[in-house]
């Protein structure tokens, strides 16, 4: 059994994730897709788990993510940013549901 103690990340900009670290999440704040790529990265390798990510460096960065969604870790899960949702959050529910259970149910 693996007993390594996976930690939680937010990936985005400044404003959009600040109000994460009241609640205990660990924030990492980026200014371009470029530094999103290199610190979802850098998370991985340094055993976070769950790594919420904004929902417009989510698109900028969609290879990165997913590859990552073919492994077993970390959950990348997007978020959306102060402005707003640009709908990826669902569609992306959307997507691994039905992947999930063989049909969208939702």
Do not use: W
């Not at 939680?8 to 009241?22: H, N, P, T």
């Not at 990552?68 to 870790?73: A, C, E, G, R």
Request: cysteine-free.
């Amino acid at each position: 059994m693996d007993d390594k103690q996976y930690k939680i990340a937010v990936v985005g900009q400044r404003d959009s994730i600040l109000l994460f670290r009241f609640i205990g999440f660990e924030i990492f704040p980026v200014k371009n897709p470029k530094e999103a790529r290199d610190r979802v990265r850098q998370l991985v390798q340094n055993n976070y788990g769950i790594i919420y990510i904004t929902e417009d460096l989510m698109h900028d960065i969609a290879d990165v993510v997913e590859y990552y969604n073919q492994q077993f870790l970390p959950a990348i899960i997007p978020i959306p940013t102060q402005e707003g949702s640009l709908g990826l959050a669902l569609n992306y529910v959307e997507t691994y549901v039905e992947r999930a259970v063989g049909q969208n149910i939702l």
